[in-house]
């Protein structure tokens, strides 16, 4: 008799991808009590089935490791891609279209107390800048518009909301954020970076169960491409008390199928004792875990926010600077290192990268080389030297390849640091060669939270549309088995979770998907319109198409 248990589920296919890097084969996984019992070829998984036992065939669909997106602004994510929370205006051509859009938002929610505009493009309209309070005023002045730009860096209010707020010209520039005023001194109704804080608290403040609708429709997209877990790093950009309670709150009740991660806000070390932190964090009997602390040392190149180590080469004079004092962020980390608590740090610019490189290396030689699972996300600018010092660290760098394909699109990129430092963008290659553990994750809500945009990004580097199939410095191209590892382990490794998830291996969490296609033998347009089939969490069934 064997003695070997009898499995609950069986999902077998023709590719089964387990997440280690290693081609596809032809086999399945077995789920039993909520774990992975096995993972192997037919023969090997016999023993595992009885008369009670689910067997699914999927053929030739994609067996694997559900997906971990390492980095999403989870909560307001789930409010900006709400159709009757705010207007999405990703595909406007000009700012006459976006108000057009916004106008007629206003008269089919007439209870809305904001109008919210997300994800303007402003590089794309007839005249790119973001308008002032009086260009909004002419269409809407009786109700308060805000409009964010695609990567939240820049705001437009018209008079209303500038009202609403209560920010005048006396109102002073917040740390890492710019009010713009004009010759005057007068507010022009144009806020860049943390100066759009003054409003997200009003913003992003919707009745709690207008905002668990959100969480919940979002958190079964999610599934439904076969996400599993998420990293939810700060800041929320909500203002809800405590949104991660809500999660928690939904996840018990059997509403919210997501794991969470979550890095909260670093500068926290600074008035709470690390006690205190873990107990506000705090969520048992839910899949909501507190990981860690994430903040951010600078913005991004296209509107130069980015920190870099020379000027921009279509600004002179101008090299970026620091969103938050460098030295604050510093003194912060090495708090949070001294604790052994995983920290992570935005920084785009090369200047930054490096500024954050030496900040984990001096808490190294303070405090010893711990194994402690710090990240440094978005790394869109590495010098050649700075580039093996991830891997000698420890730091796993968390790409975002949706936002190079942004980039890549309207060369802003390419034009704010010229040719030379262009060919140093999103170096996922270089990084992995070095032996770095590269994570993928969206950066949700900055762009969707869809995986096949990154995994398409990382394998391509071309546009959608497929007018550049040579490729945007073609050389940092990964492979898609590297790409699904990275969006799998390699999130898993990043947030320290390895040991429980991000494989097809005996022990782990059974966290599975089966995808629509078999990634490994389509065509990359093939790869753009994959989903789930079927979402599996904890071995339970979250997701079937
Ligand atoms: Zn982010």
Redesign the pocket.
């Known amino acids: 008799m064997s003695q070997v248990v009898q499995a609950e589920l069986v999902l077998k296919s023709d590719a089964v991808f387990t997440g280690d890097g290693l081609s596809p084969f032809r086999g399945g996984v077995a789920i039993a009590d909520g774990k992975i019992v096995a993972c192997g070829d037919d023969l090997h998984l016999a023993p595992f089935i009885g008369p009670d036992t689910d067997v699914r065939e999927f053929g030739d669909r994609l067996i694997m490791p559900g997906i971990i997106d390492s ?3 989870f909560a307001q994510g789930a409010m900006t891609t709400d159709p009757d929370f705010c207007v999405n205006l990703i595909d406007c051509t000009s700012f006459e279209q976006v108000m057009e859009r916004m106008r007629a938002f206003a008269e089919s929610h007439p209870d809305n107390e904001w109008l919210v505009g997300v994800q303007a493009i402003q590089f794309q309209w007839e005249v790119p800048e973001m308008p002032s309070a009086k260009m909004i005023d002419v269409y809407i002045s009786d109700r308060p518009v805000f409009l964010s730009q695609v990567d ?1 860096h820049t705001f437009s209010a018209n008079t209303c909301a500038i009202e609403k707020v209560g920010v005048t010209r006396d109102t002073p520039d917040p740390v890492g954020g710019k009010i713009l005023k004009d010759e005057n001194g007068d507010l022009t109704g144009i806020f860049s970076n943390n100066a759009g804080a003054l409003f997200m608290d009003q913003v992003y403040n919707p009745p709690l169960e207008r905002a668990k609708e959100s969480f919940a429709k979002t958190a079964r997209r999610a599934v439904s491409y076969g996400i599993t877990s998420v990293g939810a ?1 700060n800041p929320t950009f909500v203002s809800l008390e405590d949104p991660y309670r809500v999660f928690a709150d939904m996840n018990r009740a059997g509403e919210f199928p997501l794991r969470v991660f979550m890095y909260t806000d670093l500068f926290e070390v600074e008035t709470m004792t690390l006690d205190e932190i873990r107990a506000k964090y705090d969520f048992p009997g839910s899949t909501i875990e507190w990981n860690g602390f ?1 903040q ?1 040392i600078d913005g991004v190149c296209s509107d130069h926010t980015a920190w870099m180590l020379d000027d921009y080469s279509n600004a002179p004079g101008n090299a970026g600077e620091p969103a938050e004092d460098p030295e604050h962020v510093r003194t912060a980390m090495l708090k949070a290192c001294e604790w052994g608590v995983p920290t992570r740090i ?1 920084a785009i610019g090369d200047r930054s990268v490096r500024y954050v490189l030496d900040c984990f290396e001096e808490a190294e030689r303070l405090y010893g080389k711990r194994g402690i699972r710090h990240c440094m ?2 790394d869109e600018t590495v010098q050649p030297e700075d580039l093996p010092r991830f891997a000698q660290l420890g730091i796993s760098p968390c790409m ?1 390849p949706w936002h190079m394909l942004l980039d890549m699109g309207d060369l802003a990129k390419d034009d704010a640091v010229g040719p030379d430092r262009a060919a140093l963008s999103w170096p996922i290659r270089s990084l992995l060669a070095s032996g770095a553990n590269v994570s993928l994750g969206s ?2 809500p ?1 762009v969707g939270i869809e995986p096949m945009e990154e995994v398409y990004g990382a394998v391509y580097r071309m546009l959608e549309d497929g007018s550049n199939p040579e490729g945007w410095f073609p050389e940092e191209r990964i492979t898609m088995a590297e790409a699904l590892r990275a969006y799998t382990y390699g999130s898993a490794y990043a947030m320290g979770v390895e040991d429980r998830l991000g494989t097809l291996a005996v022990g782990k969490e059974a966290d599975v998907c089966v995808l629509s296609r078999n990634l490994f033998e389509c065509e990359p347009a093939e790869v753009l319109d994959t989903v789930s089939e079927l979402t599996v969490s904890g071995g339970k069934i979250v997701y079937e198409a």
């Open positions: 980095h999403t602004h939240m790093v994430k951010f935005h996300e978005h975002q950066d949700f900055v």
